[in-house]
Every structure is written in C-alpha cells, then in structure tokens.
C-alpha cells in the first residue's frame, strides 16, 4: 500500500500562472477529500468527493479554485490564475466508509 | 457552521511530564477523531471516538469523547521527545456527513 500520493512535492510559481496539483488515493478507497494547511486558518476543507462525485465545494475559496475526479485513482485541484495569498500546504486525503483519514505528505505552494 | 475549538494553542514541556489538550465543539458530534502531525509531515490519524463518556488508551495516550459528545481531550503521560508535534482534534456532525473540521491544533513541544 502506497498511501496518499500527492505531487508535485512543491511547486513556486509567478503571480497569475495556472497551478494544478494531482492526488492519488489508496485503491478502494472511496472518498477523497482536498484540505489547505496555513499558520492562520489551520486546516480548512476545500472540497470532498465520494465515489467521484463532488459532494461539498462549500470551502472553495473563489472561483479560482476548481477541483476534478475523472475516476476513482486521480485527482486534480486547479488555481487558475494563483495569487500569493495561495500559498500554503495543500493536502489530499482519502476515506474508505467510516474512520481515519489517510493523508497524503501534501504540497508546498508558494506563489510569488 | 461548525466550529472545533483547541487549547491550548502552544504547550512546552519538560520530558517526563503529562501533557493534556483539549477540544470543544459548537455542535454535537457524531464522531472525534485525533491526529498527530510532526513538523514538516502530514496529518496522522491516532484514533476515533464514537459513544457518549467514551475513553480509549494507546499506551501512554489516554483520549475521552464528552458525555454531550461535544467535548474531548487528549492526555499524555510522561512525554517523551518522540511526541513532539501538533495534536488535532477534528469531528463530524451528526447526520452521516463524513466531512470532518478540525481544532487548529495544540503544537507540543518537550525539552530533554
């Protein structure tokens, strides 16, 4: 078992370019969740799926930030265009039914 | 919405003293869960609590659910170096949402 994997490990990037971060959850699992990690905020879900189907984008910030799962292995979260306030840790998890979330080791995003 | 509240925010101790955070809820909980992060990792999940009054123990940590189940700690005895981190409590609401919302964490830190 793999875990969570998430990439790219960190990405910079100018103010305005388009960002797109990847998550693959544990095979079999069947939710999967997209959180942001910051100093100020904590940890704040973005947005869940459950069988590959959105099922709450309520913490999506703006309408820059957009989420996809085209199957039940990938994932994407997509900044587009990313400002500096983006910056963070932004983390993947999945979910098998009921339990523990398994996180994957996050990305770095820094927008400069 | 749904708020999870943590303290302390920072705690330091002396290596071989107990360590206790705390959690509370805005609204009653159908489940808490806690996790550990160390600096730089990702979220690890420790354990879920799910009845009214419940406690569970993992060696030396010792976790309880509120009988109002809107309230839960977290207690550590005789820290060691190795429990250096940030302990979260996050819980879902009633109403079979999976969505969990986290405490902002309280970060331990233990001198040798």
């Known amino acids: 078992d793999a875990g969570v994997i998430q990439s790219p490990r960190h990405e910079v990037t100018e103010m305005g370019q388009e960002v797109t971060l990847r998550c693959k959850p544990i095979?079999?699992?069947?939710?999967l969740f997209w959180y942001r990690q910051t100093m100020m905020r904590g940890l704040e879900l973005l947005i869940y799926f459950n069988n590959n189907v959105p099922i709450d984008d309520s913490g999506m910030p703006e309408d820059r930030f957009s989420a996809k799962m085209p199957n039940a292995s990938f994932s994407t979260l997509k900044i587009q265009p990313s400002e500096p306030r983006d910056s963070a840790v932004y983390f993947c998890?999945?979910?098998?039914?009921?339990?523990?979330?398994?996180f994957g080791s996050g990305t770095r995003l820094t927008v400069v | 919405g749904q708020q999870v509240m943590q303290i302390p925010q920072y705690q330091h101790v002396q290596e071989g003293e107990d360590f206790t955070t705390y959690c509370n809820s805005s609204?009653?909980?159908?489940?808490i869960q806690w996790y550990k992060q160390r600096p730089g990792g990702h979220p690890v999940f420790l354990i879920q609590?799910?009845?009214?009054?419940e406690v569970k123990k993992q060696k030396r940590l010792t976790f309880q659910f509120g009988e109002a189940k809107k309230n839960s700690s977290l207690h550590i005895t005789a820290t060691q170096t190795t429990d250096v981190g940030t302990y979260f409590c996050a819980g879902t609401t009633q109403g079979g949402s999976e969505k969990l919302v986290f405490g902002k964490g309280t970060k331990l830190t233990v001198n040798p």
């Open positions: 095979s079999g699992h069947n939710s």
């Open positions: 998890a999945s979910l098998r039914y009921r339990g523990g979330y398994t």
């Open positions: 609590l799910v009845k009214s009054g």
């Open positions: 609204t009653t909980l159908s489940n």
